[in-house]
């Protein structure tokens, strides 16, 4: 069983910054879990940001977000986090933090998820 807590969304103007974090609750070593970050607006499917292997050795991104957000994890403290730089409004979505057996950018591909935070950048 895994549980996920988003945290650190907020409203922020376009050309900022935020930091979501994801606190995981697990019952084997987080490090056994490839994280993902996915986002989504209403009316709209979900959709594919970020993802990290379990080890942080390897990454992931949409190319909408290559090059402004950054995925990291720390297992110690079985936290994934996710970097976001030059916001845009079209960044505006619910975030979702996800885990799973193996890293992906398929929804399926991801057994857990959290409830979502969410983030709105104004123009």
């Known amino acids: 069983q895994v549980q996920l807590v988003e945290s650190g969304g907020g409203l922020v103007q376009a050309g900022g910054s935020l930091r979501l974090s994801c606190l995981a609750s697990?019952?084997?070593?987080?490090?056994?879990?490839?994280m993902g970050w996915f986002r989504q607006v209403p009316g709209a499917d979900r959709e594919f940001v970020a993802a990290i292997s379990g080890s942080g050795g390897s990454t992931d991104y949409a190319d909408s977000v290559k090059g402004r957000f950054t995925i990291s994890r720390d297992n110690a403290k079985k936290m994934v986090f996710l970097q976001m730089n030059s916001l845009k409004p079209e960044d505006t979505a619910v975030y979702y933090c996800a885990a799973s057996w193996v890293r992906g950018k398929s929804l399926s591909s991801y057994n857990y998820w959290g409830q979502g935070t969410q983030v709105t950048v104004s123009s």
């Open positions: 697990v019952g084997r070593t987080f490090s056994s879990y490839a």
